[in-house]
């Protein structure tokens, strides 16, 4: 089996780690892992590395990511989405245009998030959604996190309650459950996600996705290299520079910024991906 990324449009209903279990058993190895999970109610964009790919997954988790969201004002419940119990309502029926856009002007840009209680985070070692399952009140701080884009494309209104569909563009560990929850607290009429589909990580988008069904008819693996160009800044290198990266040393930094930048050999052949520090390029992860 080559080495790779596979494009999963993720069905509703798997989990990201019941994908992977899948596509174990299509490419036939263990070493298949993704980049960014999704929960079981989303679908769309998931990133899977076959072999090799998968050292290029931590580099990958870190991209921009962009989803359309359902958020249902009028209700909270205590997962911030549709899998969880209803826990509170407020009427949503008073709340105007000029209103939301406020709110959702205040979740755009550089902003502070506390994770769902019911997420993967860790604290003192253990998981947040396993303490909260098990009774356990637990403590999340919030992080920084970028939302550059939240833009409303509907507005659909059913008595005491208002279904807001939108696109979001964000950074690396922005929950949409989150901006849901927190849209609804500061219109004080409580707020949850209601459908997320993941259009696009990094430059994959759905338009390279394939359906579970079809890769099981077909199984297709996007190529380390290819992977690679459509992903960071390409470096081709000279032989001798080639034969220098192979085996771990250091380049001169070609000013193409800080990285990951994949370095490739006169034949076209992955090399590393690397990193500029100062005049140096440090390899980051070396692939032959």
């Known amino acids: 089996m080559n080495s790779g990324l596979v494009v999963v449009d993720k069905p509703a209903g798997w989990t990201s780690h019941d994908v992977v279990a899948k596509l174990r058993r299509l490419a036939g190895t263990r070493r298949v892992g993704h980049a960014g999970t999704l929960d079981p109610m989303a679908t769309g964009v998931l990133v899977i590395g076959v072999d090799k790919a998968t050292r290029l997954l931590g580099h990958l988790a870190l991209t921009e990511k962009v989803y359309d969201a359902t958020i249902r004002l009028g209700q909270s419940t205590d997962t911030d989405d549709a899998e969880g119990e209803i826990v509170a309502s407020g009427s949503a029926g008073a709340v105007g245009d000029d209103a939301l856009r406020e709110g959702i002007a205040a979740l755009t840009g550089e902003i502070q998030q506390v994770p769902p209680q019911v997420s993967a985070i860790k604290v003192d070692g253990k998981r947040a959604y396993k303490m909260a399952r098990a009774g356990e009140e ?148 070396v692939f032959v």
Do not use: N, W
Not at 163 to 169: E, K, P, Y
Not at 229 to 241: K, L, M, T
């Open 138 to 285: 637990v403590a999340l701080r919030a992080r920084p996190v970028t939302v550059r884009e939240f833009a409303v494309s509907d507005v659909r209104r059913h008595g005491d309650l208002v279904d807001v569909d939108a696109s979001i563009t964000c950074s690396s560990g922005t929950y949409i459950r989150s901006l849901a929850r927190d849209l609804g607290r500061s219109l004080g009429t409580g707020g949850h996600l209601t459908a997320l589909r993941r259009t696009r990580v990094g430059p994959y988008g759905l338009g390279m996705a394939r359906t579970v069904e079809r890769l099981t008819e077909e199984f297709e693996v996007l190529p380390m290299g290819e992977a690679v160009s459509v992903a960071f800044p390409r470096r081709d290198v000279s032989p001798d520079d080639a034969r220098r990266i192979a085996h771990g040393g250091r380049l001169p930094a070609a000013g193409l910024g800080p990285g990951p930048i994949g370095v490739f050999a006169p034949d076209g052949t992955l090399l590393a991906l690397v990193e500029e520090t100062g005049s140096v390029a440090k390899p980051l992860a």
